[in-house]
């Protein structure tokens, strides 16, 4: 790419440039605040063009020379540093202007990680905001932002970031009992709110009971709950074994309605143990 | 941090019309930790979009952004082409040189800013005729977000220097 640029080109515009920077004047500001208005003086007299160009906004607008231009509110709205020409076909005059986010935030473009995720743990909530003005310019002057974790029952957990170059991030813990948060970041009067579902983590314990049913066993366990007394998810798999002399009889079972229940043949002198994922539950010795 | 450095001494080492890069260590706010291959990745990325710019704002083709520019940074040089075809005029950015230091990976690694003070030179050009060339430096602050195979830019906005 940068080998099609004709060096040629480039020293023909250079020249232009040395030769144009020699003729009249032009005043304008320095910087403005994005959509605010402003006037330029280009020197001259007659008709002219103004030209107002960066990546982000190109202007061009027919003017009088010698006189004020009067660019209006909300003409140059986008953040950014622009190179000004002014003046006729055969002079023209450069400078450059820089157009700076406007201060009052509009936006916030807020993250939030994960969507779902087990109870009680330490800062696995992530959030990244981004502040935007009106025009959508980042407003990379310091702001503050309010990061506000809401569980139904607990009282909310809030952290207050400061913004650089227009960014803030803050972690938060997820509360110890199951349900959706809300998830806000609130800079000024705007906010953005996400919803984080917190889910019952592991078993905490697993115990089961035995009891006769005719030649087999029905093992029943009690209410599978975490370690902050969640249920635990329906669905999730409880493993029961019976060991007995060198068989061995393993059955899956779901949770269903917070209990998971089988029945296996009934041998005397059976072991029989259960468990969940690594959580490993009581043990019986079968003797009827 | 060795790879980083050698990596910026490998950009310097481009062929002359091309752009001198430095790339600084990153000051990185957040808990994320930052891959060196990510990191060049990033750096690389952004500087393709550059060329990107280039080529889209000098041939008036908003195509040409797409591998490089996503959302609100893609939709205001969309929108800056259309003014430039309008107004019968094309400009022609070249970057001379760039100080690039990454700021932020967020958390959930979804976006990556980094700071670049850039030297460069602004071509205008109206109903074919060069007016000028102006040499500009500016900080350009940036995010980047991951796509299908690369980091695209999602915010490009320069503030002077």
């Known amino acids: ?31 403005i605040e994005a959509g605010a208005a402003f006037s330029i003086q280009c020197g001259g ?51 450059s202007i820089n157009v700076s986010p406007a201060q009052k935030p ?44 809401s569980n139904p029952g607990t009282a909310p957990q809030t952290r207050t970031v400061e913004t650089r170059n227009g960014a803030a991030w803050t972690q938060m813990d997820s509360a110890t009992r199951e349900g959706k948060a809300q998830f806000v970041a609130l800079v000024g009067d705007v906010s953005s709110t996400r919803i984080v579902g917190q889910v019952p983590g592991d078993p905490c314990s697993i115990k089961m009971n035995a009891k006769s049913a005719g030649n087999k066993i029905q093992l029943v366990t009690d209410p599978v709950r975490d370690c902050s007394g969640n249920a635990i998810s329906d669905g ?6 019976a060991t007995y002399g060198a068989e061995k009889t393993t059955v899956d079972v779901p949770l269903k309605k917070g209990i998971a229940s089988v029945e296996i043949p009934a041998h005397r002198g059976a072991t029989i143990s259960v468990a969940s994922g690594v959580v490993l539950g009581n043990q019986i010795r079968w003797a009827q | 941090m060795l790879l980083l450095s050698a990596f910026a001494a490998a950009l310097s080492a481009y062929a002359a019309d091309e752009p001198t890069v430095h790339v ?37 083709r908003p195509d040409l952004l797409d591998r490089d520019f996503v959302g609100s940074a893609r939709e205001k040089l969309a929108a800056t082409i259309k003014q430039q075809v309008a107004a019968g005029v094309r400009t022609s950015y070249r970057d001379r040189s760039h100080d690039v230091q990454i700021l932020l990976y967020s958390p959930e690694g979804l976006s990556i800013q980094l700071a670049d003070d850039v030297e460069y030179d602004v071509q205008l050009s109206s109903g074919g005729k060069p007016l000028g060339t102006q040499k500009l430096k500016s900080r350009y602050i940036v995010v980047l977000t991951p796509s299908e195979v690369r980091w695209r830019v999602r915010i490009f906005q320069a503030e002077a220097q």
């Not at chain 1, 940068?2 to 910087?31: E, F, N, V, W, Y």
């Not at chain 1, 959030?127 to 506000?148: E, R």
């Not at chain 1, 999730?236 to 074994?241: A, N, P």
């Open chain 1, 1 to 31: 790419m940068r080998a099609q640029i004709p060096t040629l080109m480039g020293s023909l515009a250079l020249g232009i440039t040395s030769a144009l920077a020699q003729t009249g004047d032009l005043t304008l500001p320095k910087s």
């Open chain 1, 45 to 95: 007299s007659g008709k002219g063009t103004l030209y107002i160009a960066g990546p982000g906004q190109m202007i061009k607008q027919d003017v009088q020379l010698g006189g004020s231009i009067e660019i209006a509110s909300g003409s140059l709205y986008n953040a950014g540093q622009y190179s000004v020409w002014c003046g006729s076909d055969s002079s023209a005059q450069t400078g």
């Open chain 1, 106 to 149: 509009s936006d916030v473009t807020f993250i939030a990680k994960p969507s779902r995720l087990p109870v009680a743990l330490h800062n696995a909530i992530t959030g990244s905001a981004y502040v935007f003005d009106t025009y959508g310019n980042l407003i990379t002057k310091p702001m503050q932002v309010s990061f506000q974790l």
């Open chain 1, 236 to 241: 999730t798999i409880v493993t029961f074994t």
């Open chain 2, 24 to 60: 600084q260590q990153p000051h990185l706010q957040g808990p994320r930790e930052l891959q060196e291959a990510t990191a060049k990745a990033v750096v690389q990325n952004y500087l393709d979009s550059w060329q990107s710019l280039s080529k889209a704002l000098d041939q008036n």
